[in-house]
């Protein structure tokens, strides 16, 4: 049974960290491709990130670039994501995904076969 479980999220104050945690199972992990995703109230999930887990190769959006640091740890099927310099804006549930490749592109959702349960980040102002 493939499982995905976020952890991390939390309450913090505009200009914080954080550090989102994705702990994989049930699946070939290094045979996949890792993505954070996120949703906020009234808006469309969208991509944050994503990760190689066969070479490493990264995906940032645009607004996270600079701010965000996603990596994967192999032995331990997890996929790490710091977020530092929050802003109210990043506020969202965020999602941990999963689907079998090597490119880190396509970033759409619908790509996606594999779902955590989301994390709620809240950036206070």
């Known amino acids: 049974e493939v499982q995905l479980v976020e952890s991390g999220g939390g309450l913090v104050q505009a200009g914080g960290s954080l550090r989102l945690s994705c702990a994989a199972s049930?699946?070939?992990?290094?045979?996949?491709?890792i993505g954070w995703f996120r949703q906020a109230p009234g808006k469309e999930r969208e991509v944050v990130s994503s990760i190689s887990s066969t070479d490493g190769s990264t995906y940032y959006a645009e607004f996270v670039k600079g701010r965000f640091t996603i990596s994967s740890d192999n032995a331990k099927n997890t996929v790490h994501l710091q977020m530092n310099s929050l802003k109210p804006e990043d506020t969202a549930v965020y999602y941990c995904?999963?689907?079998?490749?090597?490119?880190?592109?396509?970033?759409?959702?619908?790509?996606?076969?594999?779902w955590g349960q989301g994390t709620q980040v809240t950036v206070s102002s």
């Open positions: 995904a999963a689907r079998r490749g090597i490119m880190v592109v396509p970033t759409s959702p619908t790509c996606y076969n594999y």
């Open positions: 049930g699946f070939t992990f290094d045979e996949y491709v």
